[in-house]
């Protein structure tokens, strides 16, 4: 499967985002997806991940409350809406797909196989 990160930009605190992640390739309810991030310096870190079908979801500690994620498998599409954001959100954002596993959710970026190209987030204060 390829996946096509889109939706960053430059937003003040406490503004919102959404990002966009589209998939081509193959069947796109059979993967279980997620999204990280990557900060200046910092390793890529975890930040949401969703079922195959959308019933199943959670979250990095620090965005549970201000992130949601969804998606539409009739569309091919994930999506990230951002809202509240600080500084410390700042980031590449990449959208991750896994092999099918159901109901079980996985934070560790190893267990998936699957990138897009990252989309930029900056959040001035």
């Known amino acids: 499967v390829q996946l096509q990160a889109s939706g960053g930009g430059l937003v003040q605190a406490g503004g919102s985002l959404r990002l966009s992640c589209t998939a081509t390739?193959?069947?796109?309810?059979?993967?279980?997806m997620a999204w990280f991030r990557q900060a200046p310096g910092k390793e890529r870190e975890f930040v949401a991940a969703?079922?195959?079908?959308?019933?199943?979801?959670y979250y990095l500690d620090s965005v549970k409350g201000r992130f949601t994620i969804s998606r539409d498998n009739a569309k091919n599409t994930m999506s990230l809406q951002m809202n509240s954001l600080k500084p410390e959100d700042t980031a590449v954002y990449f959208c991750a797909a896994k092999g099918w596993s159901g109901a079980v959710l996985y934070t560790e970026r190893q267990r998936y196989a699957y990138w897009g190209q990252g989309t930029q987030v900056t959040v001035s204060s």
């Open positions: 390739g193959r069947t796109f309810s059979d993967f279980n």
């Open positions: 969703i079922s195959w079908g959308g019933r199943d979801t």
